[in-house]
């Protein structure tokens, strides 16, 4: 059984920054992607950001995250990580991790003055 636990959000104003993490357990980490996903109320649920596998990996972004967010990864502490700047009031969402096949419980992340 796969279990992930992501921290890092919080209530932030708006230009500012979080980093999430996301840490695995039960998995090969190295072999699966991993991404970050958000729901916010009213929408479904989005990808945000994606990064494969190996040296290198493949990363994608959701348009509206481009250049403000980046995603990377720790295979030796299997974790994922989620550095978010330049954050915006439509930022505001419940950010999940995805991995191998199984989500996180989220993590609030709330853009407000």
């Known amino acids: 059984q796969v279990q992930l636990v992501e921290s890092g959000g919080g209530l932030v104003q708006p230009g500012g920054s979080l980093r999430l993490s996301c840490v695995a357990s039960?998995?090969?980490?190295?072999?699966?992607?991993a991404a970050w996903y958000r729901q916010a109320p009213g929408n479904d649920r989005e990808l945000v950001a994606f990064?494969?596998?190996?040296?290198?990996?493949?990363?994608k972004y959701a348009d509206s995250v481009k250049g403000r967010f980046t995603i990377s990864r720790d295979n030796a502490k299997s974790t994922v990580f989620l550095q978010m700047n330049s954050l915006k009031v439509e930022d505001t969402a419940v950010y999940y991790c995805?991995?191998?096949?199984?989500w996180g419980q989220g993590t609030q992340v709330t853009v407000s003055s």
């Open positions: 039960g998995s090969d980490f190295r072999i699966w992607g």
């Open positions: 995805n991995h191998a096949g199984f």
């Open positions: 990064s494969g596998v190996g040296i290198g990996g493949t990363t």
